[in-house]
């Protein structure tokens, strides 16, 4: 099964099967190597996305920088690496748009305007940049072998919930044709633990499963997402964090950075 190509039209009907809306918003998280091989490659995957949704639908992938020193230019900064070949391929497109800032989305169709043009979002999943758009917009969170570890998604409602963890960053944007170093406080750790939404999602019948191309896919709603982690985080703030002496420098970091006030004892 593993070498066997799965063809253009087969990826779009494993899609519309798993739940693709046909005009909707998806917001697309992937590992190429685990859906591969497919015909076309990268392309052909991002068509069958496209077949799926329609001309009227719109395409979103991440596309943020994973370098923090230099100035963000969308027209030849290339997306993070571990963002994969497909979110590459995708930010290269004819008719693509992308954000101007470092913490950016690209996208394709009716609504990318509407996702992508939004100002310098601190922290990356505020509310009013573009993770926070496709929220608004009731899009749909396409997770293609990838866990929910890679779902950006619950960093937004980790901000709705006003976790109490802020890690400090920085990223560099051009003002007047001038490099400026731009400092803020993140809601990051190793997000190993966001896979707890599986469990959320499953014991309510929000989120659908199955195969596409030769990966595991997950689809869901933003909101239903959202609306769950919003739940589990009123109980229980640094849920996400793994328990202290656990070896986690990042959830030890994120840890460090809390007063003690900010959360019940």
């Not at 072998?145 to 560099?172: F, I, M, N, Q, S």
């Not at 001038?178 to 400092?183: E, G, K, L, P, W």
Request: aromatic share 4%; proline share 8%; with cysteine.
């Amino acid at each position: 099964m593993s070498g066997f190509e799965v063809s253009r039209t087969e990826l779009a009907a494993q899609l519309r099967t798993l739940g693709v809306r046909r005009g909707g918003v998806l917001l697309v998280h992937a590992s190429f190597r685990a859906v591969r091989p497919v015909e076309g490659g990268p392309h052909g995957l991002i068509a069958a996305l496209g077949d799926a949704l329609g001309p009227d639908g719109t395409l979103v992938m991440p596309s943020w920088t994973g370098d923090d020193d230099a100035p963000f230019d969308p027209a030849t900064t290339p997306a993070a690496e571990d963002l994969g070949v497909l979110a590459q391929t995708f930010r290269r497109l004819p008719g693509v748009l992308r954000s101007d800032h470092p913490f950016a989305c690209a996208a394709l169709g009716p609504a990318a305007a509407r996702v992508v043009d939004t100002p310098l979002p601190l922290p990356p999943a505020a509310p009013e940049g573009p993770i926070g758009r496709v929220h608004g917009l009731d899009g749909q969170v396409l997770l293609l072998g990838v866990g929910h570890d890679a779902d950006t998604t619950l960093h937004l409602a980790e901000l709705l919930a006003r976790v109490p963890y802020g890690v400090p960053k920085h990223c560099t944007t051009l003002r007047d044709g001038r490099a400026v170093r731009v400092d803020y406080r993140e809601n990051d750790h190793c997000c190993q633990r966001f896979a707890l939404a599986d469990g959320w999602l499953r014991a309510r019948g929000l989120q659908a499963e199955g195969r596409v191309g030769h990966a595991h896919a997950r689809l869901l709603r933003a909101r239903d997402v959202v609306a769950v982690a919003l739940e589990a985080l009123a109980r229980d703030p640094l849920l996400f964090l793994h328990p202290p002496g656990e070896g986690c420098e990042e959830c030890d970091e994120a840890r460090r950075s809390v007063d003690p006030a900010a959360v019940a004892t």
